[in-house]
T-cell receptor, first 113, second 112 residues
């Protein structure tokens, strides 16, 4: 079956540092790609998404570009804040239903002042 | 956007018992999904529930262990049957609404 692989965590950064969390997928064709975030004590929220090759999803200063040639969807942010501390999940979903998502293992991000 | 509530938010249960988790959505949706998030791990899809038909289970999950009901377009239940400590997880309800995917707050289950 399909799988999604995220970089090993946890990731610890100082405030205003640059963030990259790598994500690669194995699904063939053109799945939709997502980044979800889970803040401490809260539910899972969609952070950004891209539905076709070369699309760039962006939200709250985070960006990710759908790279079909490398089957990747790396998450980046130029300057992280303490409030970005959370668990980040990469996911892919194909076909007519986005609901059947395959998630990566999650990356814990901690940002220190 | 769809707003999802789940009950209970958490529970501690004894092995061998069953727990039914409720999921309520504030709008009518065709497809509802149940996921499991085991401690320190990612989310895994358990099953897809469409109103008016039997749930479709993913590999490794069976109806006898995780019976699902979907009586209408805004509600679903997942039962975790004959629980063991390995069932300790967060169970999340999810819906697809206008091509967006929304998740409930989750039910944190601990089996002792």
């Amino acid at each position: 079956g399909n799988s999604v692989t995220q970089m090993e965590g946890p990731v610890t950064l100082s405030e205003e540092a640059f963030l990259t969390i790598n994500c690669t997928y194995t699904a063939t064709g053109y799945p939709s790609l997502f980044w979800y975030v889970q803040y401490p004590g809260e539910g899972l929220q969609l952070l950004l998404k891209a539905t076709k090759a070369d699309d760039k999803g962006s939200n709250k200063g985070f960006e990710a570009t759908y790279r079909k040639e490398t089957t990747s969807f790396h998450l980046e942010k130029g300057s992280v804040q303490v409030s970005d501390s959370a668990v980040y999940f990469c996911a892919e979903g194909g076909g007519t239903s986005y609901g059947k998502l395959t998630f990566g293992q999650g990356t814990i991000l901690t940002v220190h002042p | 956007s769809a707003v999802i509530s789940q009950k209970p938010s958490r529970d501690i249960c004894q092995r061998g018992t069953s727990l039914t988790i409720q999921c309520q959505v504030d709008s009518q949706v065709t497809m509802m999904f149940w996921y499991r998030q085991q401690p320190g791990q990612s989310l895994t899809l358990i099953a897809t529930a469409n109103q008016g038909s039997e749930a479709t289970y993913e590999s490794g999950f069976v109806i006898d262990k995780f019976p699902i009901s979907r009586p209408n377009l805004t509600f679903s239940t997942l039962t975790v049957s004959n629980m063991s400590p390995e069932d300790s997880s967060i169970y999340l309800c999810s819906v697809e609404d206008n091509t967006e995917q929304y998740f409930g707050p989750g039910t944190r289950l601990t089996v002792t």
